[in-house]
């Protein structure tokens, strides 16, 4: 069995030569080539998922960091590879918080590649020594943001969090925090868009990981 790729990436002559390399490959076949975020969403709503989504940083319309965190979100058996001309920690760091397993520069040879894609179908994940640099330079405690602050969460946010790791219901929460059951409806939404959930369970547990709830 052969493992499905598709690339993403908007530079038809590079995807023509990724997709010529890949198709060598004993494991490895090429589904079908997009050139941005939109069309690969587009096949993925016929039903066109693959095992690897290679992609780029930079193309139009819709780019790979919103591609990879849309993929997250919605796909995450998904593995993303990120392929770029891009070296600046910034981007590499974005990218893999958006949830890619992999990242690599497009001047490498094709060996790194086939070795990044059985890295990533085995492990999950492929990091490379000049990557894992990155990312160490990019935890400089100097650097370190407050995860609520990048979370944009408010104060009744926060209220309505820790109300919810409780085995209080929704109507008591609203009875609680003196507004309508549609009000917390509204502050759940926007808490599990935020947090990237999607339960009450997932809730509780990031709450606990994020420090805003203590066991």
Known sequence: MKYKIVIADDHALVAKALAGLIQRMDNYEVMYEVENGVELIQQFKLHLIPDIVLLDINMPEMDGYETALWLKNNYPDVKVLALSM???????????????????L???????????????????FYYTEYITDKLLKSLNP??????????GLNDRELEFIKMACTELT???????MCCSPRTIDGYREQVFQKISVKSRVGLAVEAIRLGIVVL
Do not use: F, H, W
């Open 86 to 104: 891009y070296d600046k920690e910034e981007a590499i760091v974005e990218m893999l918080r958006n949830g890619a397993k992999g990242y690599l």
């Open 106 to 124: 497009k001047g490498c040879r094709p060996s790194e590649l086939t070795l990044a894609l059985d890295s990533i179908i085995q492990k999950g």
């Open 142 to 151: 100097e650097q370190v943001k407050n995860p609520l602050l990048e979370l």
């Open 170 to 176: 929704y109507t008591e929460i609203a009875n609680k």
